[in-house]
């Protein structure tokens, strides 16, 4: 991989996605030129629904990064570009197809209508965040799927939780319900998969729970938002600075994401 590539990539992350640069930064070196590819492509992702208010140029965009999945994935000539070309020496075909998965999903970012129901909201959970996870999990080393997805599903309802407020800036409906009890009750559920996750935590190699440790806020976020749901609405799901930076710290020494 091109240094070039690699600082490009960890520019993108740190710019759009801080605390997952945070995390980065904490694993092992061997990781980071792995995992800045992985997650500046989920980062361009993620963003390009949100670029114009133009809905066919955003599903262009999408389909563009659809169109150089399939390059990686058919293992011929991949398009030059500072993250697709790092991207594709990191993941394989199959991974390929799983972070295609991704891009279909964030199609709803491009449009005003709510979840269909309870089902719709919980898939679009396990492929933007699920897969995500899971190739960036199994591409540093062994990984348990089931382990990863219950782990990931927690992080990404407690990331889900915090854009709330700018969603619904946005005028997106983001909950099938957005009730207090009904926010509480997803925290909770999300806390239970999380206590799973962490109660098969030998089923992830250590190399690559090393990608899990961008969920180290996780548990502290989804208690808020059990506790007091009323937060979620007010943007108020923070942790202070010193308790953020000591966990990671912690979570990286000691392995326990």
Same mark, same amino acid.
């Given at each position: 991989?091109?240094?070039?590539?690699?600082?490009?990539?960890?520019?993108?992350?740190?710019?759009?996605?801080?605390?997952?640069?945070?995390?980065?930064?904490?694993?092992?070196?061997?990781?980071?030129?792995?995992?800045?590819?992985?997650?500046?492509?989920?980062?361009?992702?993620?963003?390009?629904?949100?670029?114009?208010?133009?809905?066919?140029?955003?599903?262009?965009?999408?389909?563009?990064?659809?169109?150089?999945?399939?390059?990686?994935?058919?293992?011929?000539?991949?398009?030059?570009?500072?993250?697709?070309?790092?991207?594709?020496?990191?993941?394989?075909?199959?991974?390929?197809?799983?972070?295609?998965?991704?891009?279909?999903?964030?199609?709803?970012?491009?449009?005003?209508?709510?979840?269909?129901?309870?089902?719709?909201?919980?898939?679009?959970?396990?492929?933007?965040?699920?897969?995500?996870?899971?190739?960036?999990?199994?591409?540093?080393?062994?990984?348990?799927?089931?382990?990863?997805?219950?782990?990931?599903?927690?992080?990404?309802?407690?990331?889900?939780?915090?854009?709330?407020?700018?969603?619904?800036?946005?005028?997106?409906?983001?909950?099938?319900?957005?009730?207090?009890?009904?926010?509480?009750?997803?925290?909770?559920?999300?806390?239970? /998969?999380?206590?799973? *996750?962490?109660?098969?935590?030998? =089923?992830? &190699?250590?190399?690559?729970?090393? $990608? +899990?440790?961008?969920? %180290?806020?996780?548990?502290?976020?989804?208690?808020?938002?059990?506790?007091?749901?009323?937060?979620?609405? /007010?943007?108020?799901? *923070?942790?202070?600075?010193?308790? =953020?930076? &000591?966990?990671?710290?912690?979570? $990286? +020494?000691?392995?326990? %994401?």
């Amino acid at each position: 991989m091109k240094e070039e590539d690699l600082n490009a990539c960890a520019e993108i992350v740190h710019r759009g996605d801080p605390d997952r640069f945070l995390a980065v930064m904490a694993a092992k070196p061997s990781a980071r030129e792995v995992l800045f590819p992985i997650f500046a492509f989920n980062v361009e992702v993620a963003r390009a629904p949100w670029v114009t208010q133009e809905t066919m140029i955003a599903e262009m965009r999408l389909q563009w990064w659809r169109d150089a999945l399939d390059e990686i994935a058919e293992g011929g000539a991949v398009r030059r570009h500072e993250v697709v070309t790092p991207l594709s020496e990191m993941i394989t075909a199959e991974e390929a197809r799983l972070l295609d998965a991704v891009v279909v999903a964030r199609r709803w970012d491009i449009y005003r209508d709510p979840f269909e129901d309870a089902a719709h909201f919980e898939a679009f959970i396990d492929q933007t965040s699920g897969n995500l996870l899971l190739v960036a999990a199994r591409a540093l080393g062994e990984a348990d799927e089931g382990v990863v997805r219950d782990f990931a599903y927690a992080s990404g309802i407690a990331n889900w939780l915090r854009a709330i407020p700018e969603l619904e800036a946005r005028g997106r409906v983001p909950l099938v319900d957005g009730r207090p009890e009904a926010v509480s009750a997803l925290a909770k559920g999300a806390l239970v /998969r999380l206590k799973s *996750a962490r109660a098969q935590r030998g =089923r992830v &190699s250590r190399m690559a729970g090393q $990608a +899990l440790l961008s969920g %180290w806020q996780t548990a502290a976020v989804l208690k808020q938002a059990a506790a007091a749901p009323e937060r979620v609405a /007010r943007g108020e799901l *923070a942790i202070s600075e010193f308790a =953020r930076k &000591s966990s990671l710290m912690r979570r $990286a +020494l000691t392995g326990r %994401w």
